[in-house]
């Protein structure tokens, strides 16, 4: 990765991890002008841990109508803890990409970048977090965790309930937010266009630019939405010793290419295309197909994570992970091993993984907690990345003979 999208990455990374905590203090308008166009506000406790979308119930309504019973809404959370949240109802487009606005390479559009895990579905939000707002552990810490929270807001933490109360609605209409098809995405692109890419991608012998740098990315994942079989065959026989990538991150490059085109084929061909990328003549190529395909097709998938997991080096590591998110407690002691200062994962990964690794690790073990009857780790705002791994650490060790692993995007099941 260049440094451009490192730094784009770490920004938009950061809002997710705070999310966790307390919210953004980046907002377009003002925290009362939200409110009056939301449709809730109040104090909600996770029912169930989630990365991108949890599960919530309404413990006190300050604004609006609670929703009935427990509610998804589009917010990294952990269980049992209370938030804050200003929610408008709706579906949330899923969306397993990062979108760079308004930036062309070559003519070309660059609609997104690899997210690894994107194939692990949560279930569908039914609230959206409204204008970033919201994720305010409750009660809060002190009143400048509660300033970030809600944008201009000027008073006291102890206050903020009753200032909510005197906000007037705004006189609207509750029309539900439908995620925008494929095609309202993405313009589509004719025979004679795809047949260009198509020639660029098989052309192209140097690829010492990054990605973010070249058109032949943006080529590729077009092929990869229009043309997926193609896009897939072109990855399946792609050798390094054929074409030359930048010197020192061959293996990283070559991950997040192989990611890019994983996440981005549409739903019908998807299992096809993820085998012959299984297939691969590189070990980055394999994993970015046992990845994706484990989301959808796991027993297919497993031998191949099973045999990169038995190797050396990145491809290894990320293995192991995988495995672990799927429920394989044996893995665990590896992965604790990557959950550490900030820059410690496998180094053919990007920074912006490390942050969904966070997440999505935080909310399996949460749940897992919870389904076994056992104590939650003791997480919260105030902790850096290096005093959470030392309690993860702390809490594996004392549980781990105990603990039922709820498998990454499933919610726990409490007796």
Known sequence: MTRLFRITVVAFGALSVVAFTAASSISPCPWDESVAA???VGVVQCTGAGFNASRFRVVDTWFGQAPAGDFIANAPALYGKQYV??????????????PVYGRRQGGLPIDMFPQPWSGWREPDAEYVVWQHFGGLPWPPHNDDEVRQAFYEFKGKGENLK???????????????AVPLPETARFPRHNKRELSDYRRLVKSTRDLSLAAIQSPWIAALGILAREDPHAAASYLRNF??????????????????????????????????????????KEPAVQLAGAMQLSFVDLETALPVLEKISRGVGNESEWANITLAFHGDKTRFDRVLREFGPYNTLPTGQSLSHEYEF??????????????????????HALLDRL???????????????????VPLGKYPVVR
Do not use: H
């Not at 006189?171 to 539900?176: F, I, L, Q």
């Not at 650490?393 to 549980?399: E, F, I, Q, T």
């Open 358 to 379: 966070e997440l999505m690790f935080r909310a399996l073990l949460s749940n897992s907690a919870a389904q076994s009857g056992l104590p939650q780790p003791e997480d």
């Open 38 to 40: 939301s449709d809730f």
């Open 387 to 405: 005093e959470l791994s030392k309690i993860y650490r702390a809490w594996w060790d004392a549980y781990k003979d105990r603990v039922e692993i």
């Open 85 to 98: 949240y200003i929610l408008k109802f709706g579906s949330a487009p899923r969306l397993p990409w990062t």
């Open 162 to 176: 009753e200032a909510i109360g005197k906000v007037v609605p705004l006189r609207k209409d509750k029309p539900v």
């Open 239 to 280: 050798s390094t010793k054929r074409v030359k990538l930048a010197t020192g991150a061959m293996t990283q490059e070559l991950s997040e290419y192989a990611e890019y085109v994983a996440s981005n084929l549409p739903a019908e061909s998807r299992v096809e295309s993820l085998q012959l990328l299984c297939k691969g």
